[in-house]
């Protein structure tokens, strides 16, 4: 079945540090591949995607990469904020399910930006 | 503006109660969802429904049951079947696009 695996961290940057989350993922087909991000407190918001190899989503400042030699797709920022502490949860959508849209989460990384 | 309401925020529930939890989306979607988010699990499939009056059991529907009667609504009800249901539910719908659109969730906390 499909997986996809991320560190659970916390992972704790000084302010304006650069960022990077690893996400790895194991799919048939050609998924979607997502980062969506949860504010504490709330639900999830998507934060960028990619559909195909070699696609970047962007957006915010983040920036990930579909690898589908390495089945990946890192999260990256070059500049962290305060207000960009949350949890980043990346996700791929597997279109073999046909009409239903089964997607399938990581674990979620917490990620904590001191000032 | 569209998009997904959850209510209430905060539930107590004693043991062997069911309770039900609600979810409405103005976003026009046909396909909806039920998340169940545990720390260190990440989101798990409760149930889905593609479109109305059909629905279908996700990864861990035991203990739950939902219905889908309007286009608009997707109550969740977790019965006292469900052993360990202290957790946040997430509710969210698509529009058979890529992106899931997701409510603000509802933490359930047994007493």
């Known amino acids: 079945g499909n997986s996809v695996t991320q560190m659970e961290g916390p992972v704790t940057l000084s302010e304006e540090a650069f960022l990077t989350i690893n996400c790895t993922y194991t799919?048939?087909?050609?998924?979607?591949l997502f980062w969506y991000v949860q504010y504490p407190g709330e639900g999830l918001q998507l934060l960028l995607k990619a559909t195909k190899a070699d696609d970047k989503g962007s957006n915010k400042g983040f920036e990930a990469t579909y690898r589908k030699e390495t089945t990946s797709f890192h999260l990256e920022k070059g500049s962290v904020q305060v207000s960009d502490s949350a949890v980043y949860f990346c996700a791929l959508s597997d279109p073999s399910s046909g009409g239903y849209q089964k997607v399938t989460f990581g674990i979620g990384t917490k990620l904590q930006v001191i000032p | 503006d569209g998009g997904i309401t959850q209510s209430p925020k905060y539930l107590f529930r004693k043991e062997g109660q069911n309770v039900t939890l609600s979810c409405e989306q103005n976003l026009n979607h046909d396909a909806m969802y039920w998340y169940r988010q545990d720390p260190g699990q990440g989101l798990r499939l409760i149930y889905y429904s593609q479109i109305v009056n059909d629905f279908q059991k996700g990864d861990i529907a035991e203990g739950y049951s939902v219905s889908r009667e309007k286009k608009e609504s997707f109550p969740l009800t977790v019965t006292s079947a469900q052993k360990n249901p202290t957790a946040f539910y997430l509710c969210?719908?698509?529009?058979?696009?890529?992106?899931?659109?997701f409510g603000p969730g509802t933490r359930l906390t047994v007493l």
């Open positions: 799919a048939t087909g050609y998924p979607s």
């Open positions: 969210a719908s698509t529009d058979w696009g890529d992106e899931q659109f």
